[in-house]
């Protein structure tokens, strides 16, 4: 089902479609945990690229293992991969978690104080965690794409010389 689309194998497309939505994600999630402003006018487009991104981890690493029958084991770059789902799924429990608690913390700007200061500590606690986890994403999708790189790239460009 994961092997190829059109003739095609599907690994390389979807990593692709992961390498962009999730670095994506990545960066929005940082932006809307630093500006608070953000939250409401992009919060759900964050969200939204999260989810896609999340949900294609699993099809890229689904699609990696066909593709490794056909050429061969990548080294960790397959055990790497498998790993960034841990690292996404995260990051959109957080992001949605922040998109919810601003929205619900816009709604009770009646309460009393304590509520509010108890709130807003809360939210900022989300967004600081959304910033960890965050970047830990960049440093995993970093760290499968550089493995991935070396896996198909490796020993074709280090000894490739460069035309006169």
């Not at 006018?41 to 690493?61: E, F, N, R, S």
């Amino acid at each position: 089902m994961f092997d190829t689309f059109n003739g095609i194998p599907l690994h390389p497309l979807v990593v692709h479609a992961v390498v962009v939505l999730l670095p994506l994600a990545i960066l929005g999630t940082i932006a809307i945990a630093v500006r608070p402003g953000w939250r409401g006018k992009y919060g759900p487009l964050v969200v939204g690229v999260t989810a896609v991104a999340t949900a294609l981890v699993p099809v890229a690493t689904a699609s990696g293992d066909s593709f490794e029958k056909r050429v061969g084991d990548p080294g960790s770059h397959a055990s790497l991969g498998d790993q960034l789902i841990w690292f996404a799924l995260p990051l959109l429990v957080l992001g949605v978690a922040l998109v919810v608690l601003d929205r619900r913390g816009r709604r009770a700007r009646t309460k009393g104080t304590d509520e509010r200061t108890s709130a807003r500590h809360l939210v900022t606690g989300v967004a600081l965690l959304a910033v960890v986890a965050a970047l830990a994403s960049g440093v995993q999708v970093f760290r499968v794409g550089d493995s991935g790189a070396r896996a198909a790239w490796g020993d074709k460009v280090g000894s490739a010389r460069p035309a006169p």
